[in-house]
Each structure stands twice: as structure tokens, then as C-alpha cells.
């Protein structure tokens, strides 16, 4: 049977990513201590690898395609396809940004100021490659972890991930520049992409991970009404196309089902009733596809 060796993202990216994959209707089993999850596609074949490698081996062909950041593609400078954007990141919807950030008190205004000082980081080469654009020459080591503590004793400057930079206030830090903003990206290695059965389940793995994501913070709704109503009721609703109408059987009165944002049911649902329409029903999505 043919297979497709997937990486996916342990650490902070694996809770969201495992359940995107849950809603795309792929069910991910995990047992304690093993990195090699049960996929129920029998032609998927996962491996639980941190992000920062995933890269590599797509790269080398140890991995036929993975899902990993634009961050850490671009830090290892891998020559791998880019076959989708995933947009979420280990807490939100937003990008992660890589930041330049020092103390409060730092008199260091913008990277130019950085010339001759020190920079505690993990994403070493792509910060060094972004000094180097702008002329300036620094020492850029690399940070084991806890690098918000680092500034100003052990570095005047630190490039860290954040998403909301609520851990940078914290540590009494300043954001300086954003470097870089980055989501996950579904990578392949360029023989797997070249291969007519590998590209197509791919495809349908980003189609439907992407569908996924679409549906995310969104719900459908649907109700009857009177005919005559159909104007007053479709006025009101914030559709994410147009909405489905259907003419009910024996009758003046039609259906409508609509896509809308979660958060405006609770104010939209009584203007609707109000506005004539009946029997209102609203249902979870798991996927919408363009």
C-alpha cells in the first residue's frame, strides 16, 4: 500500500494542530511516551517531531511533507514546497511575530542601534541574515529557553516569538521591530510533491485542513418564515456568500440557511425572530469549503 510519511508538530503547536486535524475528519491517536501517532488513514504515516526539524527532513526526503512554521523554513533555509498555509498559531488565529525586544529603559530605538552588542535568540540565522540587510554587525547566540530573563544582564537585546506579548510586558520588555511574522505552513519535499498520487493526497489533506480553519468561529443557521417576511429577514443577515432560500411544500412560506460568525448569533437570532422569521436552529461546522 502506498503511504505518505506526514511530521507533525510536537510541542506548543501539537494540541491545535491535532485538533484541526480532528476537524478535517482525521482521528489522531497518541499513547504515552510515543512519538508515532495512529492515523485513521491507513495511507498517512505520522511521526510526532518538533517544528524546528521538520524542515530538515522534509528537505532531505526522510519525510515526504510535514507541517511546520515560516519561521523555522526560513531559519534552515530548506528548499522544500510550500503546498498550503495554515493560519493559527499555538493560542489564537493571528500570526506569531518574531520581535526585537529590549528593557524599558534600553536606549536602543531600532535595530540599527544593535551595532557591536549581543542578541540571545533561537532563531539565530535568519536574525543574523536580517542584521546583516541593514548593515549592522552583532553577536547573535543562541537562547536554550527563558529568554525574556536575559535582557540586560546576559544580552542587550533578545529576538523572541510572541503572540500577544503579554510574557515581554512582563519581564519589563520593549518591542523594538517585528522581524517576522509566521503561521504553519504544510511543506512537501520536492520528489513527494512530483509524485501524481503524493501531490493529490496532499491536496486533499490542505483542502480539507484549510476547510477546517474556514469554519473555525463559525456556525450555521437556518429557519422558515413567511414569504412575504423575506425581505425584512434577509436585510438582517450578515451571510458569508448569499443565503440558501428553499420554498417550503404547500404554502407561502420558504426556508433559509445562511453561514455566520458565532459571536453575532446572540444579538442576530432576536432581531431575526422579531423580524418574522421562525423555528431557528443553529449547528456547529466542522469544514466549509470554497
Do not use: C
Request: aromatic share 6%; charged share 25%; net charge negative.
Amino acid at each position: 500500500m502506498k503511504k505518505l510519511r506526514l511530521g507533525l508538530p510536537a510541542g506548543s503547536l501539537q494540541e491545535r494542530t491535532l485538533a484541526l486535524f480532528h476537524r478535517a475528519g482525521y482521528r489522531i491517536t497518541l499513547n504515552d511516551r510515543s512519538y508515532v501517532p495512529h492515523i485513521d488513514d491507513s495511507e498517512l504515516e505520522g511521526l510526532l517531531i518538533r517544528a524546528q526539524e521538520i524542515p530538515h527532513y522534509v528537505e532531505a526526503g526522510v519525510l515526504d511533507a510535514g507541517i511546520t512554521g515560516l519561521d523555522w523554513i526560513k531559519e534552515r533555509d530548506a528548499a522544500v514546497v510550500e503546498v498550503a498555509e495554515l493560519a493559527y498559531s499555538r493560542r489564537t488565529d493571528r500570526p506569531a511575530r518574531w520581535v526585537l525586544a529590549v528593557s524599558d529603559d534600553s536606549p536602543i530605538q531600532r535595530p540599527e542601534d544593535l551595532q557591536g552588542k549581543r542578541i540571545a535568540t533561537e532563531l539565530v540565522r535568519f536574525t543574523r541574515r536580517y542584521l546583516a540587510e541593514r548593515g549592522v554587525e552583532a553577536e547573535v547566540e543562541f537562547s536554550w529557553g527563558a529568554t525574556e530573563v536575559k535582557v540586560p544582564e546576559l544580552a542587550d537585546a533578545i529576538v523572541e516569538l510572541t503572540e500577544t506579548g503579554s510574557s515581554l510586558r512582563a519581564n519589563r520588555l520593549r518591542i523594538v521591530a517585528t522581524l517576522l511574522e509566521s503561521t504553519p505552513r504544510l511543506v512537501a519535499h520536492t520528489a513527494a510533491w512530483a509524485d501524481a498520487w503524493k501531490r493529490e493526497k496532499l491536496e486533499n489533506l490542505a483542502l480539507l485542513l484549510r476547510g477546517a480553519l474556514q469554519a473555525s468561529g463559525k456556525v450555521g443557521l437556518k429557519m422558515n418564515l413567511p414569504a412575504d417576511k423575506l425581505e425584512q429577514v434577509t436585510a438582517r443577515l450578515p451571510a458569508l456568500h448569499t443565503p440558501t432560500i428553499s420554498h417550503l411544500l404547500g404554502g407561502d412560506w420558504i426556508a433559509i440557511e445562511v453561514i455566520v460568525d458565532a459571536a453575532v448569533v446572540r444579538d442576530l437570532a432576536p432581531s431575526l425572530k422579531r423580524a418574522g422569521a421562525e423555528g431557528l436552529v443553529e449547528y456547529p461546522l466542522n469544514k466549509v469549503i470554497y
